[in-house]
């Protein structure tokens, strides 16, 4: 059975530590892995990693995806009070186009 | 500007009635998903839409019904069947081959 595991599922932290939120995965036939932020509603796509894009930046947040054991992560540094918010793990297959999300991680950043 | 537009943003119905949300896009794209979301379950897959007039059942379809008749468009409709509708729905829609999921704004269904 195709699944996607998100660790922690809650975190809470100070304004300026860094978190690792981890992903891992067990999905047939894998194309990429997408994390997504989710504040109140729509979830806002962060990073796609595929076979040819394994490691994605992007100003405080970064990404990697390790193929050979099945997991990724999203670093945050610097942590800001606006990072509040779910964090979505994404897995899409080439078969079907379909895409497997995992439970989210909760991030709370308190001043 | 291009996008997803759902409507209703928020719904209340009584228990044993049929409601329909809405989910329009302008992006062109082929592939139309709905999932819903519960706390502390992630997002979970109802139905998707690869081209018109196809659709296929998702994880979690019993008691959910959907159409595709226009690209634009992938309404979903919670049928009396669903035991526990209450939760909150997104729709997403994708370009063709790879890329990135784009979400509506999602509808929350309470249903009393």
């Known amino acids: 059975e195709d699944k996607v595991v998100q660790s922690p599922l809650s975190l809470v932290v100070h304004e300026g530590d860094t978190v690792t939120l981890n992903c891992s995965y067990e999905?047939?036939?894998?194309?990429?892995l997408l994390w997504y932020k989710q504040e109140k509603k729509a979830p806002t796509f962060l990073f796609m990693l595929?076979?040819?894009?394994i490691e994605k930046k992007s100003g405080r947040l970064s990404s990697i995806l390790d193929k050979k054991e099945l997991f990724s992560i999203l670093n945050i540094t610097a942590t800001q009070t606006g990072d509040s918010a779910v964090y979505l793990c994404?897995?899409?297959?080439?078969?079907?186009?379909?895409?497997?999300f995992g439970t989210g991680t909760s991030l709370t950043v308190i001043p | 500007d291009g996008g997803i537009t759902q409507s209703p943003k928020y719904l209340f119905r009584k228990e044993g009635q049929n409601v329909t949300l809405s989910c329009e896009q302008n992006?062109?794209?082929?592939?139309m998903y709905w999932y819903r979301q519960d706390p502390g379950q992630g997002l979970r897959l109802i139905y998707y839409?690869?081209?018109?007039?196809?659709?296929q059942k998702g994880d979690i379809a019993e008691g959910y019904s959907v159409s595709r008749e226009k690209k634009e468009s992938f309404p979903l409709t919670v049928t009396s069947a669903q035991k526990n509708p209450t939760a909150f729905y997104l729709c997403?829609?994708?370009?063709?081959?790879?890329?990135?999921?784009?979400f509506g704004e999602g509808s929350r269904l309470t249903v009393l």
């Open positions: 997403a829609s994708k370009e063709p081959g790879g890329g990135e999921l784009f």
């Open positions: 595929t076979s040819s894009g």
């Open positions: 839409s690869q081209i018109v007039n196809d659709f």
């Open positions: 992006l062109n794209h082929d592939a």
């Open positions: 994404a897995v899409g297959r080439n078969t079907g186009n379909q895409f497997y």
């Open positions: 999905v047939t036939n894998f194309r990429s």
